[in-house]
């Protein structure tokens, strides 16, 4: 029989711990580790760094290249004016980005239905889904953005903006629709089967048990349907609407320079990296508070 | 695999915090080869803790743990390495819903070992026909029974024939028909020569089937000694309260 610890230093809750030379010694080690691994790092990352910036100098037509697509007077000047233009793809993005999961969940919610009744609704979510889904986004919007306004229907808007933002949700509710629906089922049954027995109704058990977890697996494959729907917010400058991508496009028409675009592309990555490390925060973040620990 | 009295597994002044709490305290243990050591003390002791620091899926804080006179808690130690001599069974069996019986047991065998696939679905289905399974090889785990699942999860512990098995309080999700079952095979196990530690709330099974009982209660091992010691007179106050406890509860 062994005691390995004496009675007093329990029953006060005091902890007389001091780390032992083993411990010391194998953290030591784990810093030398990873100071090393940054050092690695690091190192790797300027050598292809110079690589690729050696091999891009060093091309043939560089000088050229760099006029055309790397002028800093043309970047200064469309710069201004493409932010201006982004002013309303960030305007689309959140409006379209609302209507878009708000459709979605329904028609996702319309699909997952059981019961004779609902056929009808499940039929029409299916037939919907599979026809936006398949529809070429350019067809659709060259459709709703000029077609609408040849009907000359009384009170109908003409305004090509909020036309090609309605294209930009028809298509992609159909895209959000699918990723919410591979969420619900992804949901073990067990789930909904330990819900309806506590009682909670079909829908109760689906709003308050299902679709947190569903959405929560969601969330990149949904992030990645947002990144997307922002890029493709450019397109309604085919109805007109100057947005960044268009604003580039009349300084580049002027000016047979194609910095303006370098310009305009730079500006929708900056917006997405944001959102990107804010979702992968907030996931991040949901997960240690429902862990177990480990690090396996 | 040496017969000598070496133990398998030997852990000197483990020490686990969580944060502010400390959940396992100066732990020392030492299993001999071909023994079953068993864990008891109340929820929340540090028994499940203490067999997920064997297997490496908790980094300890201090202290040091040895497999073969190893150091695995070594941080130049391979982890991969480690785990793969040594077989885990679950509480809550987590087998893999997304594959058969068979695909759950063959599968570190063939991906991990590099066992042929054919000899190693033979020997998946002995092990099965050993312990009543014979018949659920193509199941799925979610259409058996939990007594089932916890044998095909023991299963796959053993296909890989491990050198130490860990055994996390495999029956408390089981209904006491169910408990049985699995109790037969971890006895069978006993007498072939596996060398084991399992928590557990088994203290019947625990008296009979252990050779070294450890009495855990907030993360010191209080007492340790054989199920005669522990379950006939224990010296503890501590462990004389508890296992008081179990005896009104008519669980021992």
């Known amino acids: 029989m062994t005691l390995t610890k004496d009675e007093t230093g329990q029953e006060s809750g005091g902890d007389s711990y001091t780390p032992s030379q083993r411990r010391i010694e194998r953290e030591a080690f784990k810093r030398a580790r990873s100071r090393r691994a940054t050092a690695i790092a690091a190192v790797s990352t300027l050598v292809t760094a110079v690589v690729l910036y050696l091999v891009v100098v060093n091309a043939p037509g560089w000088p050229r290249t760099k006029e055309t697509f790397f002028n800093g007077q043309y970047a200064r000047e469309a710069f201004p004016k493409v932010l201006e233009g982004l002013w309303l793809n960030v305007r689309l993005l959140f409006v379209c980005g609302a209507a878009v999961l708000v459709l979605g969940m329904l028609i996702a919610i319309a699909r997952t239905l059981r019961g004779p009744v609902f056929f009808p609704l499940r039929f029409l979510a299916a037939a919907y889904t599979d026809f936006f889904r398949g529809l070429p986004l350019i067809i659709n919007l060259m459709i709703v953005v000029l077609g609408v306004p040849a009907l000359r229907l009384q009170g109908v808007t003409v305004d090509p903006v909020w036309l090609g933002g309605t294209a930009l949700t028809l298509t992609y509710s159909a895209y959000v629709a699918e990723v919410f629906r591979a969420g619900i089922e992804s949901v073990h049954p067990s789930q909904r089967a330990a819900a309806r027995s506590l009682g909670l109704s079909n829908r109760q058990a689906l709003r308050y048990v299902v679709l947190p977890q569903a959405v929560r697996r969601q969330v990149p494959p949904l992030l990645n349907d947002l990144v997307s729907l922002q890029k493709d917010t450019g397109l309604v400058s085919i109805g007109g609407a100057i947005d960044a991508v268009r604003a580039a496009d009349i300084i580049v028409g002027r000016s047979l320079n194609y910095t303006p675009y370098i310009v305009a592309g730079l500006v929708f990555v900056a917006l997405t990296i944001p959102m990107t490390r804010f979702t992968d925060w907030v996931t991040a973040r949901m997960d240690r508070r429902r862990a177990q620990g480990g690090i396996a | ?252």
């Open chain 2, 1 to 252: 695999m040496s017969d000598t009295d070496a133990p398998v597994l030997r852990m000197e002044s483990v020490r686990k915090t969580f944060g502010d709490s400390v959940v396992l305290r100066d732990v020392d243990l030492e299993v001999a080869p071909h023994t079953v050591t068993a864990l008891i003390g109340a929820s929340g002791s540090g028994k499940s803790t203490l067999l997920r620091c064997a297997n490496l899926l908790e980094e300890i804080d201090d202290g040091a743990i040895w497999l073969d006179g190893e150091e695995i808690t070594d941080p130049r130690a391979d982890q991969d390495a480690v785990r793969r001599r040594i077989g885990v069974v679950f509480q809550a069996y987590n087998l893999f819903p997304h594959m058969t019986v068979l695909e759950n047991i063959t599968l570190a065998p063939r991906r991990v070992h590099g066992v042929a696939r054919a000899e190693a679905e033979q020997h998946a289905r002995e092990l099965l026909e050993r312990l009543g399974l014979g018949g659920k090889a193509d199941e799925y785990p979610d259409r058996l029974s939990g007594g089932q699942q916890q044998r095909v999860a023991i299963v796959r512990a053993l296909a890989v024939r491990p050198r130490l098995l860990l055994l996390d309080e495999i029956t408390a999700a089981l209904d006491p028909e169910l408990v049985g079952e699995v109790l037969n095979v971890v006895r069978d196990l006993k007498g072939e020569g596996m060398t084991m530690v399992l928590a557990t709330h088994e203290m019947g099974f625990a008296r009979e089937v252990a050779d070294q009982v450890c009495f855990l209660d907030s993360g010191v091992v209080h007492e340790r000694g054989t199920a005669e010691q522990i379950f006939g007179e224990p010296q503890q106050e501590r462990t004389q309260r508890f296992l008081g406890r179990i005896v009104e509860a008519g669980r021992l």
